[in-house]
């Protein structure tokens, strides 16, 4: 027969209590349980239902370590581990690895945002139910509270103790609400209940495993289209996978860095533009240490692989991990990070929501660590050439289409510059090269013509209008201040607001949110002009604000944003053609102000 395929996997038949086991004694690599876990306890009610009721709950898939294993001590979350590297490492069934060793023996995890959490799931012996745990069912006798204390007793030999524990408390209750004490039947009832959660350690469970020198792309790829688990998974998993693994230590730092990067507090990685996930630092650590945008050669490495001789080792994975490790502590130094988040302020981003492609944010900061270190770039250049090369990455798109393959171009390009002047005149080129008269005043125009809610060239033009220090229309405060998390408390004290009202425009037979709602008809008002404005013509409440106001302080205040002085009295199209060009002006403008500084 013609074999027309090559199997990259084997089956081996595994059994609930085992795979726990050797997760627990590190044989089994799953990533620590201290990594974000992302299931609803729901979930994982249901897991155990389905367990006990015989019902399917997917595969584990695992991928053979292509180095020996040794007997060492170290530890996986709160529990101890034999083996210091592991046999196999998880590819598919993390989640539910991980809620089957929480739950079953009360480790605690830590969900998406980074919050300590102990999964308690509470069964019922009498009834076979399980249920997610709330404080009532804490109360109700009829229930064991938490399956981790039925589990931790078999281990601990004190099962017995726990049933009669159990069985006496629930006569007691009845007792006292003049209810029969339990029947012999309802007693064995317990028992057999009991003894089948426990019996879930033999639950078969089917198990694939990956032979050690099928090739990174091919795992890869799998570990990105598996999703048994229901849980989307991509490259930078599969990293964290490794990381987690074999430098436990290094990924309890990055977890902690994102953790406080969304608290605010003092002397933490704590900020207003990005609250920072592990496969961003993954990233930036990538990208400084190996200079490779290209996800899949940082996997390779990190398993260990030398990339001339394609062999594998110890040797080289070590050398490997620490140069990812010396990449990261640059990253997550809390000097580098903040000092370039005042960059990117300095470039008129000072709030999350005005950024449109967190991949700027990534990959500006890569670049100004090589500057910094590589190339000994001083502070002072570093924040005139940074700025500017982020106003025009977000601007731009830059880092936003095929990022990793502009990325691994500009790393190329980076190899022949020698010396920090080489590298902003080779910034500086690139920069002018985009930022061309037909960018701002063919291409930037055409790219306002949008609806969309986030585009980056409606957050430039915002952008730029900080960096200009420019006060909001027909007021005297700043835009800036308003941008500031917390300055308004619960209620936004800046509203976007449309310069053609949308009802008029309704009136006027412009009935689609593509047309009411482009970016050149919008604006930032404090609440109280909002509120005054209202949904009147732009003729009734400009009137008003131009008496106000006076006529310099208008048509000032009708530069500032981008406005035509006879805005009011042009038909809505024309108006958000002029508008569009005078909005490109304003952005270049800002531009020339950066460098000039």
């Known amino acids: 027969m013609t074999i027309l395929y090559e199997e990259l996997f084997k089956n081996i038949p595994s059994k609930v209590g085992d795979l726990v086991r050797d997760v627990k004694s590190g044989r089994i690599g799953l990533p620590d349980l201290q990594r974000p876990f992302v299931w609803q306890d729901s979930k994982v009610r249901e897991l155990f239902d389905s367990m006990l009721r015989g019902y399917p709950i997917g595969y584990i898939m695992l991928w053979e370590s ?96 726990l049933r009669r524990r159990y069985i006496r408390e629930l006569n007691e209750s009845r007792e006292k609400k003049d209810m029969d004490r339990l029947t012999d039947a309802e007693e064995d009832l317990i028992e057999n209940n009991i003894n089948a959660l426990l019996n879930l350690t033999d639950y078969s469970l ?44 290094t990924n309890d730092c990055i977890n902690q860095f994102c953790k406080e990067s969304r608290i605010p507090r003092d002397g933490t990685s704590y900020n207003n533009i990005l609250a920072v996930e592990p496969s961003h630092l993954i990233r930036m650590a990538v990208g400084l240490g190996f200079r490779r945008a290209r996800l899949r050669y940082a996997y390779m490495l990190l398993r260990g692989k030398d990339l001339d001789t394609g062999k594998y080792s110890s040797e080289e994975r070590q050398k490997n991990l620490d140069t990812f490790k010396a990449a990261l502590e640059k990253v997550m130094n809390l000097n580098n990070w903040h000092s370039f988040l005042n960059i990117i302020g300095e470039a008129g981003y000072i709030n999350k929501n005005q950024i449109s492609a967190k991949n700027a944010v990534i990959f500006s900061y890569i670049l100004y660590l090589i500057a910094r270190y590589d190339f000994n770039v001083t502070a002072m250049q570093l924040k005139n050439i940074i700025s500017k090369w982020f106003f025009m990455g977000t601007v731009t798109s830059f880092y936003t289409d095929s990022t990793e393959s502009t990325v691994e171009k500009q790393f190329a390009d980076l190899r022949s510059i020698k010396n920090a002047e080489e590298l902003i ?148 199209m024309e108006f958000l053609r002029q508008r569009r060009i005078l909005m490109a002006k304003v952005i270049k403008q800002a531009y020339l102000k950066l460098c000039q500084q």
């Open 66 to 161: 292509p180095t020996n294993y040794e007997s060492k001590k170290n530890s996986i979350g709160s529990n101890d581990k034999t083996y210091v590297e592991a046999k196999e490492l998880v590819i598919d069934g993390q989640q539910r690895l991980t809620a089957l060793v929480a739950s079953m023996y009360g480790v605690k995890i830590v969900d998406k945002n980074f919050a300590e959490h102990e999964i308690r799931i509470s069964f019922n012996p009498l009834t076979r139910e399980f249920a997610v745990f709330t404080s009532a069912l804490e109360k109700a006798p009829e229930w064991i509270s938490k399956v981790s204390d039925v589990f931790l007793a078999k281990e601990n030999n004190t099962i017995s103790t």
């Open 206 to 249: 089917p198990t694939l495993e990956i032979s050690y020198d099928a090739p990174e792309e091919d795992v890869a790829d799998i570990f990105v289209r598996v999703n048994s688990g229901g849980q989307s998974l991509n490259e930078n998993n599969f990293i964290q996978t490794l990381i987690s693994v074999y430098e436990n230590s």
């Open 425 to 572: 005149t080779y910034l500086e080129e690139t920069i002018s090269a985009r930022f061309s008269d037909d960018y701002f005043n063919i291409t930037l125009p055409n790219e306002l013509n949008s609806a969309s809610a986030n585009s980056p060239a409606w957050n430039a033009y915002i952008a730029s209008q900080i960096v200009l220090n420019t006060p909001m229309l027909f007021s005297t405060s700043q835009l800036a201040k308003y941008f500031v998390p917390g300055a308004s408390g619960s209620k936004n004290a800046i509203d976007k607001h449309h310069i053609f009202p949308k009802h008029y425009l309704t009136q006027l037979g412009y009935t689609t949110d593509r047309d009411r709602n482009q970016i050149a008809n919008y604006t930032y008002l404090d609440y109280a002009t909002n509120i005054d404005i209202s949904d009147n013509a732009p003729e009734f409440y400009v009137a008003k604000y131009r008496n106000k106001l006076g006529e310099d302080d208008y048509k000032k205040s009708c530069a500032e944003h981008a406005l035509p002085i006879n805005f009011a009295e042009l038909d809505y």
